[in-house]
C-alpha cells in the first residue's frame, strides 16, 4: 500500500495526561496540516473499531430495506429538526443532485428543551427506524465519542495557534451544534459525483468510511484521493474555522467520485459552533482577512459573513434541500 497523500497524526497524547513536548509536537504538526490542505487523518483517537463495524452493519440493514419502510422516517416527518432519511437525488450540492442517500441525525433533544419549544431549526428529536431497532443506541454511542474526540482535537488546534487549551470549549463549543450523516452511495451505470465539490460550514469534519474509496481533497498541488486508511478517521476544517483565523487556516474544498463498482458508505460527523455563537476572526488574525470569493467554490467569501453559526448553517441547508426548507418555512 503506498503512503496516503495527506498527513496521518497521531491524537493520543490529546488523549491522555502527555508531556508538554509531545503536546507541542502534534501543535506543530497540526499547524502544518491545516495551512497545507486542511485535511489529515486522525489515528490514536479512541474510537472502538466494533462499534463502527456495529454501525455499518445497522446502516446497511437500513439501506437495503423497501423504500417504503425507510419513508417511514423521512425528513418530511422530521420538520424544523431536519432529521431523518433522505432519498437518492434529494440533496443538492451547488444546484446538482448528489448519487446518494442518507440519514440525518443530531444532538437528541426532548420537546421542552428551550429551543424546540422555540421552534429552533435543526433541533429537536432524531427519527429512529423501527425495523433496525439497534441502530439508535449505536449512533448516539458513535455521536458521543466523536464530540469526545472533536473537543479534545480543538484543544491541539488551540495550542498550535497560541491559544489556551479551552479556548473553542469556552467560546464556541461549550452547547456545540453537532450533526452526523450516514451516507449510503449506490453503485451506479453512469460516471458522475456522490457529492459536487463544496467545504464543510462548520469547525470540524470527522470522517468514518468503509473500504471502498471515492473522497478527493483540492490541495494546493491539485485534487487527490483520500483513500481509506484502515483505523483512521479523516479530519477537515470547515468555514468557521476558516473565518475565525482570517484565512490563516483554510476550509478546503473537497468531493466524492459516484461509485461505480459497489456500493459505499460514509459516516460524517460535523462539530460545529454553538447555534447563537458569533463567529468574528481571532484578533491577531483580523488585519490578514482578505477577500477570498474569487477563489471559492461558490463564489461567496466566508470573511463577508456577519452573524451566529445558526444564521449562517441555515442559510447554507436552505440550499442542500430547497423544497424541504421551503415546506418547514410555510408551516410557521
Not at 428551550?114 to 429537536?124: K, S
Not at 483505523?231 to 490563516?248: E, H, I, Q, S
Not at 484578533?283 to 477577500?291: E, F, G, K
Not at 445558526?310 to 423544497?323: I, Q, S, T
Request: charged residues 25%.
Amino acid at each position: 500500500m503506498t503512503a496516503p497523500a495527506l498527513p496521518v497524526l497521531d491524537i493520543s497524547p490529546l488523549c491522555r495526561d502527555a508531556p508538554g513536548s509531545e503536546r507541542d509536537r502534534l501543535a506543530r504538526a497540526i499547524a502544518d496540516a491545516c495551512r497545507d490542505s486542511g485535511f489529515f487523518y486522525v489515528v490514536g483517537h479512541g474510537l472502538d473499531p466494533a462499534l463502527l463495524a456495529r454501525l455499518d452493519a445497522l446502516s446497511r440493514r437500513f439501506f437495503a430495506a423497501p423504500a417504503a419502510d425507510k419513508q417511514a422516517i423521512a425528513m418530511r416527518h422530521g420538520g424544523r429538526a431536519w432529521r431523518g432519511w433522505f432519498p437518492l437525488g434529494d440533496e443538492l450540492t451547488s444546484g446538482q443532485p448528489d448519487l446518494k442517500e442518507g440519514l440525518y441525525f443530531g444532538t437528541e433533544l426532548s420537546a421542552d428543551h428551550p429551543r424546540v419549544r422555540a421552534d429552533t431549526p435543526l433541533h429537536g428529536a432524531n427519527l429512529w427506524p423501527a425495523f433496525v431497532p439497534g441502530l439508535q443506541p449505536v449512533v448516539l454511542a458513535v455521536m458521543a465519542r466523536l464530540a469526545d474526540i472533536a473537543q479534545r482535537l480543538l484543544t491541539g488546534i488551540a495550542r498550535s495557534l497560541d491559544l489556551e487549551p479551552d479556548y473553542f470549549r469556552r467560546h464556541y463549543t461549550g452547547e456545540p451544534t453537532q450533526l452526523f450523516r450516514i451516507f449510503h452511495y449506490p453503485a451506479t451505470a453512469r460516471e458522475g459525483w456522490g457529492v459536487g465539490e463544496h467545504t464543510d460550514y462548520g469547525l470540524l469534519t470527522l470522517l468514518a468510511q468503509d473500504d471502498a474509496g471515492g473522497l478527493q481533497v483540492k490541495t494546493p498541488r491539485g485534487w487527490i484521493d483520500a483513500p481509506p486508511l484502515a483505523g483512521a478517521l479523516v479530519c477537515n476544517l470547515g468555514d468557521m474555522l476558516d473565518r475565525l483565523t482570517g484565512g490563516f487556516y483554510r476550509s478546503t474544498p473537497h468531493r466524492v467520485r459516484g461509485s461505480t463498482a459497489r456500493d459505499r458508505l460514509s459516516f460524517p460527523f460535523f462539530f460545529d459552533p454553538a447555534w447563537d455563537a458569533e463567529i468574528v476572526p481571532l484578533p491577531r488574525r483580523a488585519a490578514d482577512i482578505s477577500d477570498d470569493a474569487a477563489d471559492r467554490w461558490d463564489r461567496a467569501s466566508v470573511h463577508a459573513f456577519r452573524g451566529t453559526y445558526g444564521d449562517y448553517l441555515l442559510a447554507k441547508v436552505a440550499r442542500v434541500f430547497p423544497a424541504l426548507h421551503a415546506a418547514v418555512s410555510e408551516q410557521t
